[in-house]
Antibody
Framework: DVQLVESGGGLVQPGGSLRLSCAASGFTFSDHHMDWVRQAPGKGLEWVGRIREKGRGDTTEYAASVKGRFTVSRDDSKNSLYLQMNSLKTEDTAVYYC????????????WGQGTLVTVSS | DIEMTQSPSSLSASVGDRVTITCRAS??????LAWFQQKPGEAPKSLIYAASSLESGVPSNFSGSGSGTEFSLTISSLRPEDFATYYCHQYKTYPFTFGPGTKVDIK
């Protein structure tokens, strides 16, 4: 079975940094694009960023709200996805989900359970 | 950015009712449209991709249609487990964007 398990969330002060991880299992991780999607408390879904699979050069895309502050990376040898978050703002407070995106069809066919990031002083 | 809108924002319905949710894109997105279901405290779940392709394991009372800028999600006969919030999502162009959601609750 496909499993995605996020970790690394917690409380951080504005201006601080945090690194989220997503451990993948049950599928060939290196063959898939991987995304981060977040959801602020009581709000809707917001796409954060994507890293493409190795065949497409591990290239990345970002939402304007996080570009220059967040970095998506992956380690295919560890079946792991990462989100490095720097210069955090209170508006980055959200549950962060990792999601699998198969090639050649729609994205986000499997999601992790999410990890909560709270940015507050 | 492509703006996604949904209507209605919420609706009340009964078990057995037929429910239709509409999603509109601010630009032509062909059929690059997905629908997700989310229940309180849970991660979203993929229902439909490519506007009308049913995700594996999703009951056949869910269906999607549309192309270009207008799309719909139909639940042919509402079941108790279908009460949730539904989001449309375009993946034609970066940045990917979601609709604001439609909450379906029990009348």
């Amino acid at each position: 079975d496909v499993q995605l398990v996020e970790s690394g969330g917690g409380l951080v002060q504005p201006g601080g940094s945090l690194r989220l991880s997503c451990a993948a299992s049950g599928f060939t991780f290196s063959d898939h694009h991987m995304d981060w999607v977040r959801q602020a408390p009581g709000k809707g879904l917001e796409w954060v960023g994507r890293i493409r699979e190795k065949g497409r050069g591990d290239t990345t895309e970002y939402a304007a709200s996080v570009k220059g502050r967040f970095t998506v990376s992956r380690d295919d040898s560890k079946n792991s996805l990462y989100l490095q978050m720097n210069s955090l703002k209170t508006e980055d407070t959200a549950v962060y989900y990792c999601a699998r995106s198969p090639l050649g069809r729609g994205p986000f066919d499997h999601w992790g359970q999410g990890t909560l990031v709270t940015v507050s002083s | 950015d492509i703006e996604m809108t949904q209507s209605p924002s919420s609706l009340s319905a009964s078990v057995g009712d037929r429910v239709t949710i509409t999603c509109r894109a601010s630009q032509d997105i062909k059929i690059n449209l997905a629908w997700f279901q989310q229940k309180p405290g849970e991660a979203p779940k993929s229902l439909i991709y490519a506007a009308s392709s049913l995700e594996s394991g999703v009951p056949s009372n869910f269906s999607g249609s549309g192309s270009g800028t207008e799309f719909s999600l139909t639940i042919s006969s509402l079941r108790p487990e279908d009460f949730a919030t539904y989001y449309c999502h375009q993946y034609k162009t970066y940045p990917f964007t979601f609709g604001p959601g439609t909450k379906v609750d029990i009348k």
